[in-house]
């Protein structure tokens, strides 16, 4: 019974800090046009890949999620990738990263799903 006890206590601590990841759904949204509109002009619109690389599972498959997360604030000097952190956290960062390494990047509804059309 203890033992049932603690691991439900367990599987709400990490519950909790993977909600705690997540950021409030309004800012969700902001990043998700973000990663549509702004990251989307290099590295294609549907994420296949452009001017940058593809921002795929695929193609992140294996890359460490920290080293991804320092190139999208920090950016890549001499190359065309610009630093966003002016504009995400670290934590919004990783989250970005753990959605497209996932498969699962942040979409925007369509219109008619925001104007309860």
């Known amino acids: 019974m ?3 006890g603690i691991a439900a206590l367990a599987a709400c601590v990490v519950g909790a ?3 705690a990841g997540e950021p409030p759904p309004a800012r969700a949204l902001q990043l998700a046009h973000l990663l549509r509109d702004d990251c989307g002009a290099c590295h294609g619109m549907t ?3 452009g001017l940058g690389p593809p921002l795929t599972a695929a193609a992140l498959a294996g890359k460490p ?3 991804l997360a320092a190139t999208v604030l920090h950016g890549r000097p001499g190359t065309a990738m610009p630093p966003w952190q002016p504009f995400m956290t670290q934590d919004e960062a990783a ?3 753990e959605r497209l390494q996932a498969g699962t990047p942040p979409t925007i509804p369509p219109a008619n799903a925001l104007s309860g059309r």
Do not use: F, H, N, P
């Open 65 to 67: 999620a920290e080293g």
């Open 95 to 97: 989250w970005l990263i």
């Open 17 to 19: 800090v993977a909600v």
């Open 2 to 4: 203890l033992v049932r």
């Open 47 to 49: 994420l296949q890949g």
